[in-house]
């Protein structure tokens, strides 16, 4: 049987995409029980970080201790890849001594050659291109707080990066519709919108976005490695703020959610943060419980 990847939220069907979701869900209610659900003993997960990151590291290494196996943290100082050892090569061993891989990397390139190589399931946990994790997140989010999310329209406003990307292959996977509210210059892939064109709507007006959405999503302008375009950014995405007045235009039951870390009054306003209709933090939460429900889906037979 061949090994099963998660590069991006394509390698999952749209039932699989949705029994993920139901399981993330029914793991975060025996979690909350108190129930011990450990069926990956001795099995071992290597987590590559060529970048940093908080809720990734937290969230792999707390859920593969809570299913009975254990997270090896390696950071770009303590492996070869991409430092003289063929990528291929580095894959090949370390895939011969642990049970699943999970990397966090800039160029998609290499997590694909890795995982062609891999003799064991590779998780995407962020490359420059997308974050399927979160996607993961994202989307139990939205069935615990508003129900199906098929049908619905979802607006996305910032940057055309790989948040954005993931949406545009979650729009395609859950059947909802998603408007990509980004200023000239950054717009997503557009091979990837002409791909699923259908679904998605790209907007130069943030307002004319959010009429009628039932989710909004935003993200930090600048990104990891991108620092030191701060500045010109900011001037870039003026106007594109998620604050209540914007959120006031959307359907009356929308919800805010952003996969943090937030720049308080840039991408959004500190008091949407706080705000009723804010679910960051539950959003936040779930990338435990998803990637729970993803390593038991890729491991657990």
Known sequence: MNTRHFLTLQDLSSEELKQIMHRAIELKAMRNRGEVYAPLNNKVMAMIFEKS????????EAGMSQLGGHAMFLSSR???LGRGEPIEDSARVISSMVDIVMIRTFGHDTIETFAKHSKVPVINALTDDYHPCQLLADMQCFLEHRGDIKGKTVTWIGDGNNMCHSYINAAALLDFTLNIACPEGF???MALVAKHQDRVNIFRDPKEA???SHLLVTDVWASMGQEDEQEARMKSFEGYQVNSALMDTAHEDAIFMHCLPA????EVSHEMMDDPRSVVFDEAENRLHAQKALIEFLLVK
């Not at 990151?53 to 792999?60: E, P």
């Not at 720049?263 to 840039?266: D, I, L, T």
């Open 53 to 60: 990151s908080t809720r990734t590291r937290v969230s792999f």
């Open 263 to 266: 720049h308080r009054g840039e």
């Open 78 to 80: 303590d492996t070869q």
């Open 187 to 189: 717009d997503p892939d």
């Open 210 to 212: 959010v009429k009628g």
